[in-house]
Every structure is written in C-alpha cells, then in structure tokens.
T-cell receptor, first 113, second 112 residues
Framework: DQQVKQNSPSLSVQEGRISILNCDYTNSMFDYFLWYKKYPAEGPTFLISISSIKDKNEDGRFTVFLNKSAKHLSLHIVPSQPGDSAVYFCAAYKASGTYKYIFGTGTRLKVLA | DVKVTQSSRYLVKRTGEKVFLECVQDMDHENMFWYRQDPGLGLRLIYFSYDVKMKEKGDIPEGYSVSREKKERFSLILESASTNQTSMYLC???????????FGSGTRLTVV
C-alpha cells in the first residue's frame, strides 16, 4: 500500500525551463511534506519542506505547492540547471505519529544543456 | 554540519552470511533510521530508533534486526543474507521530526 506516490519515474527538461515534479498521497493525516534530492552514490539531501497549514513555500529556485483537497504536492524548479539532474523523492509525515517519514518512489530528473 | 557515516560503500556477501551494516552520527541526534532503496520502490523503512536501546519496526523489517547500544551508533543486521536483500542501504539521523533527516552516503550490498 503505497501511501506516497510519484507517478512519473522520469522527466527531461531543457536548461532554463521549468521542471515540475509531482507527488500524490492517500493519507489525509499527513501534515508535513518534504522533498529530497539524490545524486548517484550519495545519500539523499533535504531540499525543501511545507507544512499542511500552508499551500506554498519558496526557497530560491525551488517552490513547493500543496493542494490538500487533491492530496497533491508539486515541486517547481525555475530555471532548471544541469546540476539539478538527480532523483527527487517526496516524503510525508504525521506530526502526531512517530518520527518516520514515508517516501515516494522517486522521479529521475534530467536537465538537458 | 551533521555527519552520518556508513562504514562501507560497497559490500559483497554470500547467501546465508550474517551481515553487519554500521552507521555513526556525530551530532547527538535522538532518532536514527535504516532505509533501503530499490528501483521503482523508492525508500522503504526497515527499522528506526528514537533512543538508545529503543527500536521500532518499519515497513519491511523481515530478515533484519538492529542494535543501538550507544546514541551515536545504529547497526543493521542481516541475520542470514539472501539474494533479495541485495540493495542500497541508507542510514539517516534526525534531532526531531521537523528538521528533516540527514542521510549517510549509503552502502550498496550485493548478496551472491
């Protein structure tokens, strides 16, 4: 039972354009969401997060949007750069639960120069 | 910067062997986690620990056990390695839930 889903296993985008990575979840009790980026042979690194009381959070080129009614979040990268090429994981968490995050299956982003 | 160190980057073990994967963090974090990463399945939680000698099963604990004798060290044990345990294993630590995890670089384990 996959509670957090990333339905696009891969995405290719031209340098300078917008990258949009999507994530859907099924558990309405999740109240905190995160995005992680992973390069090959490295551990994932934290990118950006959003609380369920917000619908948008920005950090430089990265913006996360949350649509609670649709149980959907997205990560926008503008402008995309070749160094953004990596696997992106979304994760969700229940603040009232234990400390574990539930991760999605990942989307491999390739930014073409 | 928080550092999470996994002792081995690559390991090759034989079926039936007992395998120890070690993870050490240097920032006095309460919480530590073991995940495995497999293509198409994302990151799946094996076990986690929120205090010394405390452990809880994650989503896929079968075939694994853990040990946390000291706060900084969290070990994953494959009691009898099998080929379906070939995977990338990732350790993470966190001071609390809201600050995100810090991951180690991972151990790629191959069981032959």
């Amino acid at each position: 039972d996959q509670q957090v889903k990333q339905n696009s296993p891969s995405l290719s985008v031209q340098e300078g354009r917008i990258s949009i990575l999507n994530c859907d979840y099924t558990n309405s009790m999740f109240d905190y969401f995160l995005w992680y980026k992973k390069y090959p042979a490295e551990g994932p690194t934290f990118l950006i997060s959003i609380s369920s009381i917000k619908d948008k959070n920005e950090d430089g080129r990265f913006t996360v949007f949350l649509n609670k009614s649709a149980k959907h979040l997205s990560l926008h990268i503008v402008p995309s750069q070749p160094g953004d090429s990596a696997v992106y994981f979304c994760a969700a968490y229940k603040a009232s639960g234990t400390y574990k995050y539930i991760f999605g299956t990942g989307t491999r982003l390739k930014v073409l120069a | 910067d928080v550092k999470v160190t996994q002792s081995s980057r690559y390991l090759v073990k034989r079926t039936g062997e007992k395998v120890f994967l070690e993870c050490v963090q240097d920032m006095d974090h309460e919480n530590m986690f073991w995940y495995r990463q497999d293509p198409g399945l994302g990151l799946r939680l094996i076990y986690f620990s929120y205090d010394v000698k405390m452990k809880e099963k994650g989503d896929i604990p079968e075939g694994y056990s853990v040990s946390r004798e000291k706060k900084e060290r969290f070990s994953l044990i494959l009691e009898s390695a099998s080929t379906n345990q070939t995977s990338m294993y990732l350790c993470a630590s966190s001071p609390d839930s809201l600050n995100g995890y810090t991951f180690g670089s991972g151990t790629r384990l191959t069981v032959v």
